[in-house]
C-alpha cells in the first residue's frame, strides 16, 4: 500500500454510539509521522495508545486510538480504555482476517483510529460492540474509497447528523 486510506464510521444510537475515523497508510510516510508525534505529545484528557487485544498484544497493524472526547472522570476513562479499546482492537483484526487490510502488509503500515466515546455513555457492551463494527466499517469505507462523490452532492441539500438537522 503507498496510498493514504480515510475511513469514517458511525455505528449504533444513543449514549453508546460509536463514530470512529481512521488514517491508514505506510509507516515510512506521513501516517507513521503523524503516529509517532501524536503518541509523543499528549495533552491533558488526550493520551493517545497503542491499541491491545491483551496486555503485551498489540493488534496489527499497529494501532494509535486517538480519544475524541476529553476524559474527565474516571469512568469514562475506563470505557476508553476498556471496551472501546478492545472493539477498535478486535475491530482491527476483524478487518485484516476479512482481507480489508492485506495480512501482508500490516507491518508496513500504521493506523490512526480517532474514537468517540460519549460522557454519558454506561453500557460497556455496547461500547466494545459499537466500536467494533464502526472500525471496520471505517476500514472498509477507506479502502473503497468511501462515499462516493454523488452521494455526497446530494446529500449537501440537508446535511444531518445526530446533533443537528438543516432545514
Do not use: C
Not at 455505528?11 to 463514530?19: M, P, T
Not at 493517545?48 to 499497529?62: C, E, M, N, Q
Amino acid at each position: 500500500m503507498t496510498e493514504v486510506q480515510i475511513g469514517e464510521s458511525f455505528i449504533g444510537e444513543g449514549a453508546e454510539a460509536a463514530h470512529v475515523n481512521t488514517v491508514l497508510g505506510p509507516r515510512d510516510g506521513s501516517v507513521g509521522t503523524a503516529w509517532a508525534g501524536a503518541l509523543a505529545g499528549p495533552n491533558p484528557g488526550h493520551q493517545p495508545f497503542v491499541a491491545i487485544l491483551r496486555p503485551g498484544l498489540p493488534v496489527k497493524p499497529l494501532t494509535l486510538f486517538v480519544n475524541k472526547a476529553t476524559i474527565s472522570e474516571h469512568d469514562h476513562g475506563l470505557l476508553h480504555w476498556g471496551p472501546a479499546q478492545a472493539g477498535i482492537a478486535a475491530g482491527v483484526a476483524d478487518a485484516v482476517a476479512d482481507g480489508v487490510v492485506r495480512a501482508e502488509q500490516v507491518d508496513e503500515l500504521a493506523l490512526i483510529a480517532a474514537v468517540w466515546v460519549n460522557p454519558a455513555a454506561k453500557d460497556p457492551d455496547l461500547v466494545y460492540r459499537n466500536n467494533r463494527e464502526a472500525v471496520r466499517t471505517a476500514l472498509n469505507a477507506g479502502a473503497a474509497r468511501e462515499p462516493d462523490l454523488d452521494r455526497v452532492l446530494q446529500a449537501r441539500a440537508r446535511p444531518h447528523n445526530p446533533f443537528y438537522t438543516a432545514d
